[in-house]
């Protein structure tokens, strides 16, 4: 893979050195520091003239300085003369808020969008973004992988029995539709309200989950609301047990809190963002698979002009 250079941020190296591994290649070599003021400070260690330039980050929490971060690694590649440079996301935040649906609001998919543009990528490689429609806001080529291929390969080693999918909430049925194809399965849906960024309130279920195992499917847990109240509503409505299968486990505020005593027999991340290890400590029941291989294949794919749609799967 001649002229393939992989580098990481801060955000996520351990995914990083895990897709580099796959990819048989070292990660470039990076002096990537904070000035005493707080402002990041980078400077590239290999040359990169000419070269395919890959920069793996996470916009995870801290999402500013992540953001940031990427943004100078993409100027850094740019003045360095890379000759293409795929911003590698495979959390792309501040993507929930993608669209103005009332007075007032930014929308700041769009504005990253314009950002990581603005600064140089020429392509992204994501995972699950939060919205398909998101890649309508890069003028630039976006892979939009799923992580469901990973997600469904460990599911479906638990034994499952008469299985239903459970959307927790509306914006979920689709992603829900898609492990139904695969495992098999019926589907139900949670009628769940946002009360604010950390409170949700999960009013019913439409659909059939008496005597099943629940599988719930989320692209994000975030405080862990949507999860451990979307738990507490199947089980009131007689769902046997309980899986939770989830791609970016943000796993902020009260969220370990709130899954450790939700009522789940199983819960599954990615490792698109590395967890924290009293979070490890605490939910006994979460088991975080790597999504190294996806990523580094599409890497390799995109690098020889190689079609990457076998690995979509929604
Ligand atoms: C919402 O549209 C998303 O798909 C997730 O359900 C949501 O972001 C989860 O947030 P939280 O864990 O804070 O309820």
Redesign the pocket.
Known sequence: MTGLRIFSGRSNRGLAERIAEYLGLPLGRTQLDDFPDGEISLKLLDDVRGCDAFIVQSTCPPGNKHLMELLIFIDCLKRASAKRITAVIPYFGYA?QDRKDEGRVPITAKLVANLLTTAGANRVLTLDL?AHQIQGFFDIPVDNLSAEPVLSAHIGTLDLGPLTLVS??V??VKRARVYANHLGGDLAIID?R?IS??E?QSMAIIGDVQDKTVLMV??????????AQGCTIVRKYGAKRVIVAATHG?L??P?VERLSGAPLDHLAVTDTIPTCDEAHRQLTKLTILSVCELMGEAIRRIHRNESVSSLFMS
């Open positions: 929930r939060h927790p909430d914006g979920n769940k946002r960024g950390s949700t989320d692209d994000i847990i975030a405080t862990g609301g949507t999860i943000v902020c505020g969220a």
